[in-house]
């Protein structure tokens, strides 16, 4: 077999709907149907356009400058886009270098497809801020592909606007695509980086309603590239795997996109206000530490070395016993002293969250677990 489960999808598929307070995922939490006054009455419910509802590319194309809605393909979240621009892109014995850690599919695909992977690593030293520098040092002959993710999942890091430039520069030098995965774009604390796509032939964005607008439920995502190339080619591997999107999900997606800047800001707030809790949270334990997110509504803090004997103990507790929810690192492919924190969820479930963590972590020590 080529493909494997994920390890973080194994996670969340085994425990997400046993769990009572979800402080492991890595959506803003997520609307309902009834908020969103859709009206889905004379909805054909027909293959939709292969390459997405015209609607919706021409509203995503908005949000890349100096393209049109001909160079964006809606997918089925951001996972079917990475498949398809990967699969595209590569053939067995290729060489990708990913940036590590990240959303794990986006290394999963190319390795199940026979590529060499090399990590670009974030570390904590560095604030889990990519070093260009050191990007330029794991390209070789054979290297197709570049995959950054920024703002990052699971650290909640930011490349800066010049390192994204510089990053792009590179792979043009060398004839390699640029896979930039924005997902988080509109959640930055600062300022938003520009979509990645308009800044190169080479560089490819892709980007969901799953996160930021709280909507992994309906499915929908999309790439947007100057390259015709890929585009072609990713509609050629879509029309394999689903054909087309949802109609009812296209729908929704429409809908939600023609109020974008009202679900954004409303997202943007709760994530700020949020972010804050973990951080006076955060200041309050000894037995942790982190690098503050800058974006999103993730971060990725570590049980502290020597404060408890088995990380992975603490987080099976939390799921059984406290009925709470973390990411361990292991579904990262990180050691399980970090783990995933996820702040995108009601308040009320956060300080919940953080409170039971806070136990079961004080309980292990009292046992010297
Ligand atoms: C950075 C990133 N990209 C892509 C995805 C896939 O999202 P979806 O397929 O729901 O759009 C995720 C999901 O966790 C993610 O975190």
């Not at 402080?23 to 859709?38: C, I, P, Q």
């Not at 509802?53 to 400058?65: G, I, M």
């Not at 850690?101 to 290394?107: A, G, I, V």
């Amino acid at each position: 077999m080529w493909f494997q489960r994920m390890p973080l999808e194994d996670w969340f598929d085994t425990y997400q709907y046993a769990i009572e307070y979800d402080v492991g995922e890595s959506a803003v939490k997520y609307l309902r149907f009834d908020e969103l006054n859709v009206d889905l009455d004379t909805l054909p419910l027909r293959y939709g356009y292969h390459w997405g509802r015209p609607e919706l590319r021409q509203l995503v194309a908005q949000q890349y400058e100096g393209l049109d809605a001909n160079q964006v393909m809606v997918t089925n979240g951001a996972s079917e886009a990475n498949f398809a621009v990967v699969a595209a892109l590569v053939e067995p014995g290729d060489h990708v270098i990913i940036e590590h850690p990240n959303y794990p599919s986006l290394y999963e695909v190319p390795r199940s497809l026979g590529c060499d992977v090399s990590f670009f690593r974030l570390s904590p030293q560095n604030q889990f801020r990519p070093d260009v520098s050191e990007l330029e040092s794991l390209i070789t002959p054979k290297t197709k592909l570049i995959s950054l993710t920024h703002p990052n999942n699971p650290t909640g890091s930011m490349i800066s606007e010049d390192a994204l430039g510089e990053a792009i520069a590179l792979a043009e030098s060398h004839g390699v695509y640029l896979l930039f995965d924005e997902t988080y774009r509109e959640l930055a604390f600062g300022k938003r980086l520009p979509g990645a796509a308009s800044l190169g032939p080479r560089v490819i964005s892709i980007s969901s309603m799953s996160k930021s607008y709280g909507l992994p439920g309906i499915r929908i995502g999309w790439l947007a590239s100057k390259s015709r190339e890929i585009l072609d080619a990713a509609l050629a591997i879509r029309e394999q795997v689903t054909i087309a999107n949802g109609a009812i999900s296209e729908a929704i997606a429409l809908s939600v996109l023609q109020r974008k800047d009202e679900f954004i800001r409303r997202a943007q707030r709760h994530a700020a206000a949020n972010v804050e809790l973990v951080r006076s949270w955060m200041e309050s334990r000894d037995d942790l530490d982190w690098v503050p997110p800058q974006a999103g509504v993730v971060a990725l803090p570590w049980i502290v070395t020597g404060a408890v004997a088995d990380p992975c103990a603490i987080y099976r507790r939390l799921v059984d016993h406290y009925k709470t929810f973390v990411i361990p690192g292991r579904c990262f492919e990180l050691d399980n002293h970090f783990f995933r924190l996820g702040y995108g969820g009601t308040t009320d479930e956060l300080l919940q969250g953080l409170e039971r963590i806070g136990r079961a972590l004080d309980e292990a020590r009292a046992r010297r677990m």
